[in-house]
Nanobody, 120 residues
Framework: QVQLVESGGGLVHAGESLRLSCVAS????????MGWYRQAPGKQRELVAV???????DYADSVKGRFTISRDNAKNTVYLQTDSLKPEDTGVYYC??????????????WGQGTQVTVSS
């Protein structure tokens, strides 16, 4: 069994910051790419940022220069530093990871999500 658990969401004012964390646990051999997605009310889930096992990153245009994704491979954890938050950043933020388990299977796992609300 593999679990992803996010934390760090909350209610902030525009211009403030939050640091989101996602910890993977369970029968993990290795983790390939990890990423953050978000879903606003009435909208489809969208990619926010992704990081490979080697540390290469990619961001949605809407967050470039404001958000930073990083990971700690020793802790099976991915972070998302969100700065200069805007009301349009409001949504549920989900962690996603491509994980190889001890059964030798590569699967995609999702966390349960953490709510980020930015007031104007």
């Amino acid at each position: 069994q593999v679990q992803l658990v996010e934390s760090g969401g909350g209610l902030v004012h525009a211009g403030e910051s939050l640091r989101l964390s996602c910890v993977a646990s369970g029968t993990i051999v290795s983790i390939n790419s990890m990423g953050w997605y978000r879903q606003a009310p009435g909208k489809q889930r969208e990619l926010v940022a992704v990081i490979t096992s080697g540390g290469s990153t990619d961001y949605a245009d809407s967050v470039k220069g404001r958000f930073t994704i990083s990971r700690d491979n020793a802790k099976n954890t991915v972070y998302l530093q969100t700065d200069s938050l805007k009301p349009e950043d409001t949504g549920v933020y989900y962690c996603k990871a491509h994980i190889i388990t001890i059964q030798g299977i590569l699967r995609t796992y999702w966390g349960q999500g953490t709510q980020v609300t930015v007031s104007s």
